[in-house]
């Protein structure tokens, strides 16, 4: 059974960190760009970062970008998104996901629909004092 599986959601105070992983089980990641979507409550969802196949490219959308690094080890069949300096509103469920037609991350983060490609069943983190 081919899946992905989020872990090392959680609570943490702001501006503390927290680092997801995204593991794959049943099919190899590394000929796949792989992106961290999240869904606060009440919002759209939203894309956060995506990286390349490869792990030459990164893309970061702008609330995220200077506090969140997205990186792969596909020995490991893993991505990694560290998290840093939280805020509250970083609070959501985060997801990875994969579309099998996209080694590059384009335009993933404002194009791929929730009934697409591979998803997570996503880990919560919430940003609180």
């Known amino acids: 059974q081919s899946q992905l599986v989020e872990s090392g959601g959680g609570l943490v105070q702001p501006g503390g960190s927290l680092t997801l992983s995204c593991a794959a089980s049943g099919f190899t990641l590394d000929a796949y760009a792989v992106a961290w979507f999240r869904q606060a409550p009440g919002k759209e969802r939203e894309g956060a970062s995506c990286?390349?196949?490869?792990?030459?490219?990164?893309v970061y959308t702008a609330s995220v970008k200077g506090r969140f690094t997205i990186s792969r080890d596909n020995a490991k069949n893993t991505v990694y998104l560290q998290m840093s300096d939280l805020k509250p509103e970083d609070t959501a469920v985060y997801y990875c996901?994969?579309?099998?037609?996209?080694?590059?991350?384009?335009?993933?983060?404002?194009?791929?629909?929730?009934?697409?490609?591979?998803w997570g069943q996503g880990t919560q983190v919430t940003v609180s004092s």
């Open positions: 990286i390349s196949s490869s792990g030459r490219s990164t």
């Open positions: 996901a994969l579309d099998r037609r996209r080694a590059a991350c384009g335009t993933i983060l404002d194009d791929m629909g929730p009934t697409s490609g591979y």
